[in-house]
């Protein structure tokens, strides 16, 4: 027995190098694609080139002609299972049966129509080629309010006004309050659609055991547990015979919260030929048939007194949903109603939405999921109005902002806002810019004729997702953790995190609660046969609500070690330490190795202690986060070609209490790096006939290094009362900050030609025009 | 994104490969940046492919005669970094360097890019600014014409079936000429929405010689003649880029419309100019 | 007409018969049997696949595998020490946390190791427009900025 | 996609017209044409094979000429599809005098689905212009021969 141990440092707060990467650093992570079965079969799936069309006819027998092909299944044979699952629930919501392929008509391009099976990836391209299916064309529709327009071609011929459905909510008194108003700032923003393009690609492997009659699942998924559940239920097979397993994802970004119709498919598939079968989408696939982002027309209107004083908001918002829903299509538009009241104090807030059907692939949650919508809207008319009372947009928010005295602030759409200090984050990017010489560099530049701008946006985001009264299947999630008979400890989230990094953060907190090194800790996470339960990693909730399961599990686990190494040390109390339990009096500690063998051999338990070091927690979070911050940018437009160039980026973030600051530096850049993308890039174009233009990313354009500004990122720290870790979460707290405080950049720069507004990308060719027209668009 | 089975024949010598290209059945493939991706996308199907890139002969630089030669299969890479490029036709190594990317720079040829005549490729402005000429050679034929024949329209060059790009031969450029490649990427695929390529030589403080070659902007690249003898006579720079491109047909697509494309030919000139000459001594 | 290839990988090499459409990145993957080099895009465009052939960096979805017989190529299997010792690019991307889902880093490390062979010591725009074949979805570049300046730095091993 | 352009064809406009209206002369200028077989008044089936530069493909459609107002105008739509996708054109063709010949215009609407449209909009709008000059350089190719057949045998 050791008798002296020092007190390590804590690892929570200090920026350490990951543990998943010397796997992902040698190319020996095993991603969906790396994994081969014996016997193992690939599928090729036939997709629909047209927007909207009736099927005519499909002939797979020059495709089972074909060498090496075992199956071809077309809508037929899948027409009895289930259907693609949306687990969103509004009043009215109407609901299209998503069957796992299509059934007489196709309702947009990419929708799935026949799936090819055959011994090699070579053979079942060949095949999915010799497939023939006739078509007859159909008018579509793929922009949202064109679908709503009289005379628009029906999507789904039984709703012939394309409305899946319409949702209100209001707070306070909006009618009086634009009575009341001396200034009404109105405009029409788009927030366009776009693609997540996760650099993996979706896809799955399905493994049938017929002895067992159970059913292994493979999947590049964001969401195992919920995945078991859902695929058992559109199969309808018990879903305790189906395993669901993540391997290493190669980015989600909301697009692998999903259940799409190929993870059933291959399970039957699997059934079926009674072989292990494999499908990997292709880069196309990715684009035509994987849920997009955003999709909005946003119609804002903002009334205020002339001294700034913000008294209501109005949204009518026309959500582009799709053909179909997929898991949360209908949820993603409300999310930005609750937190379009940004970070001000508005009392009086009313929105509509209008949710259309067009024939295009649905959207469905992307990185920030609605509230990069809503922060566009409210961050470009707080400018507006700015500009309308000739105020500096600074002094607008730090008047309007809710105060720091005002936590829990119930806001005017039902949330209560958890603890803030809004000016905070917006002072340090002011000190760290140099604001005022900004704004005077800026008056020189533009008596030189230069277009130099400086945007500032402030944002609010709700993250935690979130109480489980808020979340369809379940907002907790759960931990537990293990000390192994050896000591070693093994943590199992249900959390599914797939480059965030908890495989390092949650070690670190193990690590620190249990005092032993990180090296001692594994974290073992996506496998529903060894990971007891979970939700999985979206809405910024893997640290902030994972977290806090394990936080809990932690100190349950923490109190059971403590009872084996009083009674084994013969004391009232232990601490733990250097991996050992401690008698602070004596000085004497023993390892938890023999801790641990004491619990697992069980020959004496401490009283009403069960042997084992085990525990797990479910943890249900009291509320969501909200995290804040703000963002500024300096932009300088090229007066000849319109040309956008982004000088400084200052992001001020405040996620309350930083984990590992290396992780969340990285996650605050990814985030700006796709916020900075819908700014000025990317936008997945449909025509008129439903033909994605953008259908491969030789069109569609996501950041390059180059096309990235240097991000000076730094944070303020307001904890979050709502978990014990006091952490807000900063998966996408980089998106939503960066589009607003880009495009307010911008307009201020071309300002003086009298532009008011830009809807994004900021294309070029588009900034130049409102040059070349002054102003005008 | 699999490519149809085709057969493969990767000839050793030019001679070989002429004659195994003769019927005309075959596509070339040299470096593969563009084809290979299109036979991916099932949209290019030939049946049989020659591969030129086992043909040593075919890869060389060399300066020879106030020419520097400059045979079919070198890469982008080779043509970029090579001191010989780089010492006599600088402005061609500048195109280069601004090809597609460093994987993208690494196995596609001069030959094959200009043989594909995409037209947003970068070459092709370099090309007719520098005054090259292109030796075509088949089993039987021999036959070397100026950049401005070969580039006929969007993917349409004058190479006739059974025939190869065998070098490219441009003249040095007289020491002290100024020279610029100036380019708009497009955000997503790196082809040139337009690329300006000029040369310049001073005299007596005035522009003596100013070629101007554009690619991206029309279905082919085309020479600026107008534009150029503008300039030798005096014209100051922004007027005489301010009619670049009339007359030829602008392209348009969901980036850039047709007008921009010509309104960033004319500004890009303008600016190409400015920087070769301040290069020019 | 299946043809017989004979190349070598990492130093190992590898005789196999193959057809001409078998695309590299395909041979590496299901034949050769490694996982480090990905599959992106179709386009050309990603570099998730980028490998080194003959010392240069290609994509290895634009190349048929034929196209390599006889030659000599090293993908990221073939970076750390045969002890496991990582590479110096390696251990910079690493300390700088210069990747999060991992899934383009096998190429980005090549390209960046490609990129410092020629340019030992890169100015941050030389970086980045160096890597303008490998894109990444997760970090911004930022922190692969970081760790090519440490690796040219000499900071990346420990 | 809207595309619109002028070309003129030597000869008067009657022969002009004439020309355009026959199924020989049609498959002889439109590029890649295979065969025009006649399946009812003034429509035929349409075999083609697109050529260029690497990208090929073959499509099967039809040809359909409509609002006949001779020698002035007339309605041509060509629809065509194939592996790599389809093609829909449908223009208006309105004929006049001019100096040399016949000045044919044509204002249309292009639709390009499938593979095509998905990765080759970079070009579409290029290669179709491209692909009606050639139409035109070739019937104005044949409108001479026809000319030269006529003097010869005045």
Same mark, same amino acid.
């Given at each position: 027995m050791a008798t002296t141990v020092s007190k390590p440092d804590l690892l929570v707060g200090k920026s350490i190098r990951r543990r998943e990467d010397p796997r992902l650093l040698t190319g020996t992570a095993i991603y969906l694609d790396d994994i081969k079965m014996p016997g193992m079969h690939h599928a090729c799936i036939v997709r629909s080139p047209h927007g909207a069309a009736r099927i005519k006819s499909i002939n797979t027998k020059p495709a089972l002609d074909r060498p090496g092909v075992a199956a071809v299944f077309t809508g037929a044979d899948i027409a009895s299972l289930g259907a693609v699952p949306c687990a969103a629930s509004l009043p009215g919501l109407r609901v299209p049966h998503h069957h796992l392929l299509a059934q007489d008509r196709v309702y947009y391009q990419g929708h799935p129509v026949a799936v090819v099976v055959a011994t090699d990836r070579y053979l079942a391209a060949d095949a999915a080629d010799a497939v023939e299916v006739e078509y007859e064309p159909l008018p579509a529709v793929t922009d949202p309010e064109k679908a709503i327009a009289a005379g628009a071609p029906a999507v789904h011929p039984e709703w012939a006004d394309n409305i899946a459905f319409t949702f209100h909510q209001e707070g306070g008194d909006t009618a009086q309050a634009f009575r009341d108003a001396e200034v009404i700032v109105k405009q029409r923003i788009t927030s366009q659609r776009l693609i997540p393009v996760a650099l993996e690609t979706r896809g799955v492997v399905a493994d049938w055991r017929p002895g067992e009659k159970s059913l292994t699942l493979f999947s590049s998924t964001q969401i195992p547990h919920l995945m078991r559940s859902l695929v058992a239920g559109i199969l309808g097979m018990p879903e305790n015979l189906?395993?669901?397993?993540?391997?290493?994802?190669?980015?989600?970004?909301?697009?692998?919260? &999903?259940?799409?119709?190929?993870?059933?498919?291959?399970?039957?598939?699997?059934?079926?030929?009674?072989?292990?079968?494999?499908?990997?989408?292709?880069?196309?696939?990715?684009?035509?048939?994987?849920?997009?982002?955003?999709?909005?027309?946003?119609?804002?209107?903002?009334?205020?007194?002339?001294?700034?004083?913000?008294?209501?908001?109005?949204?009518?918002?026309?959500?582009?949903?799709?053909?179909?829903?997929?898991?949360?299509?209908?949820?993603?538009?409300?999310?930005?109603?609750?937190?379009?009241?940004?970070?001000?104090?508005? +009392?009086? #807030?009313?929105?509509?939405?209008?949710?259309?059907?067009?024939?295009?692939?649905?959207?469905?949650?992307?990185?920030?999921?609605?509230?990069?919508?809503?922060?566009?809207?409210?961050?470009?008319?707080?400018?507006?109005?700015?500009?309308?009372?000739?105020?500096?947009?600074?002094?607008?928010?730090?008047?309007?902002?809710?105060?720091?005295?005002?936590?829990?602030?119930?806001?005017?759409?039902?949330?209560?806002?958890?603890?803030?200090?809004?000016?905070?984050?917006? +002072?340090?990017?002011?000190?760290?810019?140099?604001?005022?010489?900004?704004?005077?560099?800026?008056?020189?530049?533009?008596?030189?004729?230069?277009?130099?701008?400086?945007?500032?946006?402030?944002?609010?985001?709700?993250?935690?997702?979130?109480?489980?009264?808020?979340?369809?299947?379940?907002?907790?999630?759960?931990?537990?953790?293990?000390?192994?008979?050896?000591?070693?400890?093994?943590?199992?989230?249900?959390?599914?995190?797939?480059?965030?990094?908890?495989?390092?953060?949650?070690?670190?907190?193990?690590?620190?609660?249990?005092?032993?090194?990180?090296?001692?800790?594994?974290?073992?996470?996506?496998?529903?046969?060894?990971?007891?339960?979970?939700?999985?990693?979206?809405?910024?909730?893997?640290?902030?609500?994972?977290?806090?399961?394990?936080?809990?599990?932690?100190?349950?686990?923490?109190?059971?070690?403590? +009872?084996?190494?009083?009674?084994?040390?013969?004391?009232?109390?232990?601490?733990?330490?250097?991996?050992?339990?401690?008698?602070?009096?004596?000085?004497?500690?023993?390892?938890?190795a023999e801790v641990a063998a004491a619990a697992y051999h069980a020959k004496k338990l401490p009283p009403n202690t069960e042997p084992g070091l085990v525990s797990t927690h479910f943890w249900e979070p009291p509320n969501f986060t909200f995290p804040f911050g703000a963002h500024l940018v300096v932009t300088e437009v090229d007066r000849e070609t319109g040309n956008i160039e982004i000088k400084r980026y200052i992001a001020v973030d405040d996620c309350g209490k930083i984990i590992n600051p290396l992780l969340v530096a990285g996650q605050v850049h990814g985030g700006v790096a796709q916020g900075l993308g819908q700014a000025l890039w990317e936008q997945a174009v449909y025509d008129d006939t439903g033909q994605l233009l953008t259908g491969e990313l030789t069109d569609y354009a996501i950041p390059k290094a180059h096309f990235m500004p240097w991000i000076e990122s730094s944070h303020t720290c307001t904890p979050s009362p709502v978990n014990p870790m006091g952490v807000k979460g900063v998966g996408e707290a980089g998106t939503i900050g960066c589009s607003p405080a880009v495009v307010n950049s911008v307009v201020d720069a071309l300002a003086p030609l009298g532009v008011r507004h830009i809807d994004m990308p900021l294309t070029p060719e588009k900034i130049w025009k409102m040059i070349a027209q002054g102003g005008q668009a | 994104m699999i490519?149809?089975?085709?057969?493969?024949?990767?000839?050793?010598?030019?001679?070989?490969?002429?004659?195994?290209?003769?019927?005309?059945?075959?596509?070339?493939?040299?470096?593969?940046?563009?084809?290979?991706?299109?036979?991916?996308?099932?949209?290019?199907?030939?049946?049989? #492919?020659?591969?030129?890139?086992?043909?040593?002969?075919? &890869?060389?630089?060399?300066?020879?005669?106030?020419?520097?030669?400059?045979?079919?299969?070198?890469?982008?890479?080779?043509?970029?970094?090579?001191?010989?490029?780089?010492?006599?036709?600088?402005?061609?190594?500048?195109?280069?360097?601004?090809?597609?990317?460093?994987? #993208?720079? &690494?196995?596609?040829?001069?030959?094959?890019?200009?043989?594909?005549?995409?037209?947003?490729?970068?070459?092709?402005?370099?090309?007719?600014?520098?005054?090259?000429?292109?030796?075509?050679?088949?089993?039987?034929?021999?036959?070397?014409?100026?950049?401005?024949?070969?580039?006929?329209?969007?993917?349409?060059?004058?190479?006739?079936?059974?025939?190869?790009?065998?070098?490219?031969?441009?003249?040095?450029?007289?020491?002290?000429?100024?020279?610029?490649?100036?380019?708009?990427?497009?955000?997503?695929? !790196?082809?040139?929405?337009?690329?300006?390529?000029?040369?310049?030589?001073?005299?007596?403080?005035?522009?003596?010689?100013?070629?101007?070659?554009?690619?991206?902007?029309?279905?082919?690249?085309?020479?600026?003649?107008?534009?150029?003898?503008?300039?030798?006579?005096?014209?100051?720079? !922004?007027?005489?880029?301010?009619?670049?491109?009339?007359?030829?047909?602008?392209?348009?697509?969901?980036?850039?419309?047709?007008?921009?494309?010509?309104?960033?030919?004319?500004?890009?000139?303008?600016?190409?100019?400015?920087?070769?000459?301040?290069?020019?001594? | 007409m299946k043809r017989t290839i004979s190349l070598t990988i990492n130093g190992k090499t590898y005789t196999d018969e193959v057809e001409p459409r078998l695309l590299l990145i395909h041979y590496l993957r299901e034949v050769a049997g490694l996982t480090g080099p990905h599959i992106g895009c179709e386009t050309s465009i990603c570099g998730a696949c980028t490998v080194l052939v003959g010392g240069k960096t290609v994509k290895s979805c634009t190349m048929f595998a034929v196209q390599a017989d006889g030659r000599e190529l090293t993908t990221i299997e073939g970076v750390a020490a045969a002890d496991g010792k990582l590479d110096p690019v390696q251990e910079a991307f690493w300390n700088e946390h210069g990747l999060q889902c991992g899934f383009c880093t096998p190429g980005m490390v090549l390209s960046v190791k490609h990129l410092l062979a020629a340019n030992p010591n890169p100015t941050d725009q030389e970086i980045r427009h160096g890597l303008d074949g490998n894109l990444c979805r997760c970090t911004g570049y930022q922190h692969i900025v970081n760790a090519v300046k440490a690796a040219a730095a000499g900071k990346g091993g420990v | 996609m809207k595309l619109t352009g002028s070309y003129t064809v030597p000869g008067p406009r009657e022969r002009a017209y004439a020309l355009l209206q026959d199924p020989a002369v049609l498959a002889q200028c439109m590029p890649g044409c295979e065969g025009l077989d006649r399946i009812g008044e003034n429509e035929y089936a349409m075999r083609m094979k697109m050529t260029l530069a690497s990208i090929s493909g073959r499509f099967e459609g039809k040809v359909r000429i409509s609002d006949a107002n001779p020698p002035e105008s007339f309605r041509l739509m060509v629809e065509g599809s194939g592996k790599i996708g389809f093609v829909k054109g449908d223009g208006l063709l309105t004929l006049s005098p001019a100096h040399g010949g016949t000045s044919v215009r044509f204002e249309g609407d292009v639709q390009v689905g499938g593979t095509i449209a998905n990765v080759g909009q970079r070009l579409v709008e290029t290669t179709a212009r491209m692909l009606i000059k050639r139409f035109f350089d070739k019937l104005a190719a044949a409108a001479s021969v026809l000319r030269a057949t006529e003097s010869a045998a005045d």
């Amino acid at each position: 027995m050791a008798t002296t141990v020092s007190k390590p440092d804590l690892l929570v707060g200090k920026s350490i190098r990951r543990r998943e990467d010397p796997r992902l650093l040698t190319g020996t992570a095993i991603y969906l694609d790396d994994i081969k079965m014996p016997g193992m079969h690939h599928a090729c799936i036939v997709r629909s080139p047209h927007g909207a069309a009736r099927i005519k006819s499909i002939n797979t027998k020059p495709a089972l002609d074909r060498p090496g092909v075992a199956a071809v299944f077309t809508g037929a044979d899948i027409a009895s299972l289930g259907a693609v699952p949306c687990a969103a629930s509004l009043p009215g919501l109407r609901v299209p049966h998503h069957h796992l392929l299509a059934q007489d008509r196709v309702y947009y391009q990419g929708h799935p129509v026949a799936v090819v099976v055959a011994t090699d990836r070579y053979l079942a391209a060949d095949a999915a080629d010799a497939v023939e299916v006739e078509y007859e064309p159909l008018p579509a529709v793929t922009d949202p309010e064109k679908a709503i327009a009289a005379g628009a071609p029906a999507v789904h011929p039984e709703w012939a006004d394309n409305i899946a459905f319409t949702f209100h909510q209001e707070g306070g008194d909006t009618a009086q309050a634009f009575r009341d108003a001396e200034v009404i700032v109105k405009q029409r923003i788009t927030s366009q659609r776009l693609i997540p393009v996760a650099l993996e690609t979706r896809g799955v492997v399905a493994d049938w055991r017929p002895g067992e009659k159970s059913l292994t699942l493979f999947s590049s998924t964001q969401i195992p547990h919920l995945m078991r559940s859902l695929v058992a239920g559109i199969l309808g097979m018990p879903e305790n015979l189906l395993r669901v397993i993540t391997p290493e994802v190669g980015g989600g970004f909301g697009s692998k919260l &999903n259940v799409y119709a190929e993870e059933a498919l291959m399970a039957f598939i699997a059934k079926r030929i009674n072989k292990p079968v494999k499908w990997v989408e292709s880069r196309r696939e990715n684009f035509q048939a994987t849920i997009h982002g955003r999709g909005h027309v946003d119609y804002f209107e903002l009334a205020a007194k002339r001294d700034g004083t913000m008294l209501g908001l109005k949204l009518k918002l026309i959500a582009d949903l799709g053909a179909y829903h997929q898991l949360l299509t209908p949820a993603i538009p409300t999310l930005s109603v609750l937190m379009m009241p940004g970070l001000y104090r508005f +009392k009086n #807030v009313t929105a509509d939405i209008v949710g259309v059907f067009t024939n295009c692939v649905p959207t469905d949650a992307y990185r920030g999921a609605g509230r990069p919508e809503a922060t566009h809207g409210i961050e470009r008319m707080v400018d507006m109005l700015a500009r309308e009372l000739n105020m500096d947009p600074v002094e607008l928010r730090l008047k309007n902002f809710v105060g720091n005295d005002e936590f829990p602030f119930p806001t005017a759409t039902g949330l209560s806002y958890d603890s803030g200090n809004y000016a905070a984050p917006l +002072k340090q990017a002011l000190a760290q810019a140099g604001y005022p010489e900004l704004r005077t560099e800026q008056a020189q530049a533009r008596k030189e004729g230069r277009l130099m701008g400086i945007g500032i946006a402030t944002y609010g985001e709700i993250c935690a997702l979130g109480p489980s009264a808020a979340l369809p299947a379940g907002g907790w999630e759960s931990a537990t953790v293990k000390i192994e008979p050896s000591g070693k400890v093994t943590v199992m989230t249900g959390a599914s995190p797939h480059g965030q990094g908890e495989e390092t953060t949650f070690a670190q907190m193990a690590a620190d609660a249990l005092g032993v090194g990180i090296d001692d800790v594994l974290v073992v996470h996506g496998d529903t046969a060894v990971v007891q339960y979970g939700i999985g990693t979206f809405g910024s909730r893997g640290t902030a609500v994972g977290g806090a399961a394990l936080f809990y599990a932690l100190e349950e686990l923490k109190a059971k070690v403590r +009872k084996f190494g009083a009674m084994m040390l013969d004391t009232d109390s232990v601490t733990l330490s250097g991996g050992a339990c401690v008698d602070e009096k004596t000085g004497k500690s023993i390892s938890f190795a023999e801790v641990a063998a004491a619990a697992y051999h069980a020959k004496k338990l401490p009283p009403n202690t069960e042997p084992g070091l085990v525990s797990t927690h479910f943890w249900e979070p009291p509320n969501f986060t909200f995290p804040f911050g703000a963002h500024l940018v300096v932009t300088e437009v090229d007066r000849e070609t319109g040309n956008i160039e982004i000088k400084r980026y200052i992001a001020v973030d405040d996620c309350g209490k930083i984990i590992n600051p290396l992780l969340v530096a990285g996650q605050v850049h990814g985030g700006v790096a796709q916020g900075l993308g819908q700014a000025l890039w990317e936008q997945a174009v449909y025509d008129d006939t439903g033909q994605l233009l953008t259908g491969e990313l030789t069109d569609y354009a996501i950041p390059k290094a180059h096309f990235m500004p240097w991000i000076e990122s730094s944070h303020t720290c307001t904890p979050s009362p709502v978990n014990p870790m006091g952490v807000k979460g900063v998966g996408e707290a980089g998106t939503i900050g960066c589009s607003p405080a880009v495009v307010n950049s911008v307009v201020d720069a071309l300002a003086p030609l009298g532009v008011r507004h830009i809807d994004m990308p900021l294309t070029p060719e588009k900034i130049w025009k409102m040059i070349a027209q002054g102003g005008q668009a | 994104m699999i490519p149809q089975p085709f057969d493969y024949y990767a000839p050793a010598t030019l001679r070989e490969a002429l004659a195994m290209i003769a019927s005309g059945e075959h596509k070339i493939l040299a470096g593969g940046m563009s084809l290979v991706p299109l036979m991916k996308l099932r949209l290019a199907l030939p049946e049989h #492919v020659v591969d030129l890139g086992r043909i040593p002969e075919l &890869n060389y630089i060399a300066e020879s005669g106030g020419v520097l030669r400059i045979g079919a299969m070198s890469t982008h890479h080779d043509i970029e970094s090579s001191a010989a490029v780089r010492a006599h036709c600088p402005l061609l190594a500048e195109a280069a360097g601004h090809i597609g990317d460093a994987q #993208v720079r &690494n196995m596609g040829t001069i030959g094959g890019s200009i043989a594909h005549a995409d037209p947003s490729a970068d070459y092709p402005a370099a090309l007719l600014a520098l005054e090259t000429k292109i030796r075509i050679v088949s089993a039987n034929s021999d036959r070397t014409i100026d950049a401005a024949e070969f580039f006929v329209d969007a993917f349409t060059t004058a190479l006739e079936p059974g025939e190869i790009v065998l070098e490219l031969q441009a003249p040095v450029e007289d020491q002290g000429e100024g020279y610029c490649y100036e380019k708009v990427p497009h955000p997503a695929s !790196g082809f040139a929405v337009v690329g300006v390529a000029v040369r310049v030589k001073k005299a007596g403080g005035k522009i003596a010689m100013a070629r101007i070659g554009i690619t991206g902007m029309g279905p082919r690249p085309f020479r600026d003649s107008m534009a150029e003898k503008m300039l030798e006579s005096g014209t100051e720079i !922004g007027q005489a880029t301010q009619s670049i491109g009339q007359g030829e047909e602008a392209n348009s697509d969901l980036y850039a419309s047709g007008d921009y494309r010509r309104h960033l030919a004319r500004v890009h000139a303008a600016r190409a100019l400015r920087t070769a000459l301040t290069r020019a001594s | 007409m299946k043809r017989t290839i004979s190349l070598t990988i990492n130093g190992k090499t590898y005789t196999d018969e193959v057809e001409p459409r078998l695309l590299l990145i395909h041979y590496l993957r299901e034949v050769a049997g490694l996982t480090g080099p990905h599959i992106g895009c179709e386009t050309s465009i990603c570099g998730a696949c980028t490998v080194l052939v003959g010392g240069k960096t290609v994509k290895s979805c634009t190349m048929f595998a034929v196209q390599a017989d006889g030659r000599e190529l090293t993908t990221i299997e073939g970076v750390a020490a045969a002890d496991g010792k990582l590479d110096p690019v390696q251990e910079a991307f690493w300390n700088e946390h210069g990747l999060q889902c991992g899934f383009c880093t096998p190429g980005m490390v090549l390209s960046v190791k490609h990129l410092l062979a020629a340019n030992p010591n890169p100015t941050d725009q030389e970086i980045r427009h160096g890597l303008d074949g490998n894109l990444c979805r997760c970090t911004g570049y930022q922190h692969i900025v970081n760790a090519v300046k440490a690796a040219a730095a000499g900071k990346g091993g420990v | 996609m809207k595309l619109t352009g002028s070309y003129t064809v030597p000869g008067p406009r009657e022969r002009a017209y004439a020309l355009l209206q026959d199924p020989a002369v049609l498959a002889q200028c439109m590029p890649g044409c295979e065969g025009l077989d006649r399946i009812g008044e003034n429509e035929y089936a349409m075999r083609m094979k697109m050529t260029l530069a690497s990208i090929s493909g073959r499509f099967e459609g039809k040809v359909r000429i409509s609002d006949a107002n001779p020698p002035e105008s007339f309605r041509l739509m060509v629809e065509g599809s194939g592996k790599i996708g389809f093609v829909k054109g449908d223009g208006l063709l309105t004929l006049s005098p001019a100096h040399g010949g016949t000045s044919v215009r044509f204002e249309g609407d292009v639709q390009v689905g499938g593979t095509i449209a998905n990765v080759g909009q970079r070009l579409v709008e290029t290669t179709a212009r491209m692909l009606i000059k050639r139409f035109f350089d070739k019937l104005a190719a044949a409108a001479s021969v026809l000319r030269a057949t006529e003097s010869a045998a005045d």
